[in-house]
């Protein structure tokens, strides 16, 4: 990796040097960015230096599923329309977010912050689990979709899941695998094409 | 373009579109380092959200080549050893650290902040040309290097600078023109090629 040249102020390297410690942030944007908010008026970077605060301050997780909220519980939890009778359990707030955009599912999310991984020193009590079984004590939920990510730590975490939650009696179901929207089977990895084999529909 | 999905708390949304507004940073960046400063530790945000106020209030402009500094004077003219009899001129301040990347330069610099550009309306008074002119008044200085960028509006504030120079009997020069290293003749455009050819240099 090219190391950016050192700017001539202090405070220009500081900044450059901060912004390249985030994630997908070279050394060479790092640089340019610190020079564009040199250049930008101090309300600009005021309203930056704000939102990063406040980025922390004003948000919590949802007191039902762990979601990010500005309140007490997320917007999704405290949407009356929403199907309570299945939750969709997902890693990470953003791809609760992704989900979302599709606009196929109408019931809750149960967000667990993260995915069980050995090799990095993940457990089952690092992440949003105890929440989701207290949650499914005594309550009506009929079904729980695993939306974990298709790599070894989310089926890791799916697969300890399903054995947690099955004996209570609830369905649990997952995404589907199998070959994604203009995929051809020319290209496609043995992994993705073996799962759709394996899985596949009737026409 | 394809607009990330909003989160459910007002602040992430806040931060992730102010993020999205800085200069190669996408919605999909934006969201992701959204979440990423969410997850990060107060005292890391607070560095950055310092780090990015400071960059506005403890800089400005060198009272000699307008390069950004810390105090009155940038580290290099600042430098008792760089040779003042020479004056490099480049466009940002981001330049100067490029060249002085490669060590080969000795002499002090000038920044513009800036190109002439009539299509977007910078004139000659809108850079800083007037400071340069003040610089060269009365001094010892016998060479001017331009180093301003390859393209129209770098071409256009050369030879704006140079028929205000010359009269001054100080030796204008500019950075050489022609194949960059590892450049195949094949693939060359045009231009490029042209000016190598025109500039041919004795072997």
Redesign the interface.
């Known amino acids: 990796m090219k190391e950016?040249?050192?700017?001539?102020?202090?405070?220009?390297n500081?900044?450059t040097?901060?912004?390249s410690r985030?994630?997908?942030?070279g050394p060479k944007?790092a640089?340019?960015?610190?020079?564009?908010?040199?250049k930008a008026s101090?309300e600009q970077?005021?309203?930056?230096?704000d939102?990063?605060?406040?980025?922390?301050?004003?948000?919590r997780r949802?007191r039902v599923c762990c979601?990010?909220?500005?309140g007490d519980l997320?917007?999704?939890c405290g949407n009356p329309v929403r199907d309570r009778s299945r939750i969709c359990v997902v890693e990470?707030?953003?791809d609760?977010?992704?989900l979302?955009?599709t606009g196929v599912y109408k019931g809750v999310y149960h967000v667990l912050h993260g995915n069980i991984s050995p090799a990095e020193g993940v457990g089952s009590d690092d992440i949003c689990i105890r929440e989701l079984m207290a949650r499914l004590d005594g309550s009506d939920v009929t079904e729980i979709i695993l939306a974990t990510n298709a790599n070894v730590e989310g089926e890791t975490t799916a697969m300890y899941l399903q054995r947690l939650i099955s004996p209570l009696g609830v369905k649990v179901t997952r995404l589907a695998r199998g070959l994604p929207f203009g995929g051809e089977i020319e290209y496609a990895d043995d992994v993705t094409l073996s799962r759709a084999m394996e899985n596949r529909q009737e026409f």
């Open positions: 950016a040249p050192k700017s001539t102020a202090a405070a220009v500081r900044l040097d901060v912004l985030l994630p997908g942030i944007s640089q340019r960015l610190a020079y564009h908010l040199l101090e970077v005021r309203e930056l230096s939102a990063l605060v406040a980025v922390k301050q004003k948000t949802c979601n990010i909220a500005d997320c917007l999704i990470q707030p953003q609760m977010l992704t979302e955009h």
